[in-house]
């Protein structure tokens, strides 16, 4: 006898097992007919919870939209004043910058001006040294010429006088 009840639990389960392969895949109706029944289920909950809302009064709403419009009026004029003393603050500090980029260039164009009239001054006086020096020159040949000329002459005097 419990051999009989072994095999007739181990029909049980094959029975079971072929039940199962023989089952068809889905028991899920279509989709269409699971996106109907989310939509009605979705309305159903929603009206239970519109059910549940409690309206505040006149009262209460006209009371809360004042303190909502104080508030975005106070925070509207608190930010205004933030974002003027910002602008001003920047304005004051691009001045600085600005005055100590015209001090700057003042300091740099001096210095310019400076450098260019030492190199001006160099230049004039390596001229009038170079035209000294030609000058100089141009005499010393002309006193060379006239030294030469002359004892030219005086060979041609003395020769003349020998002759």
Known sequence: MAENKKSDAAEKIVKAEKAKAKKPKSDKPNIFARIWKAIVKFCKDLRGEIKKIVWPDAKTVLKNTGVVLVV????????????QGLSK??????DVV??????????????????????????????????AKAEETTKAEATEKATTTEAAEANDAESTTKA
Do not use: M
Request: charged share 20%; net charge negative.
């Open 89 to 94: 603050s920047i304005g004051l500090l691009s």
């Open 98 to 131: 600005s005055d100590d980029a015209v001090t700057e260039t003042a300091d740099e164009t001096a210095t310019t001006a400076a450098a260019l009239d030492a190199t001006i001054a160099q230049t004039e006086a390596a001229e009038a040294e170079t035209e």
């Open 72 to 83: 975005v009026v106070l925070f509207t004029i608190v930010i205004y004043l933030i974002d």
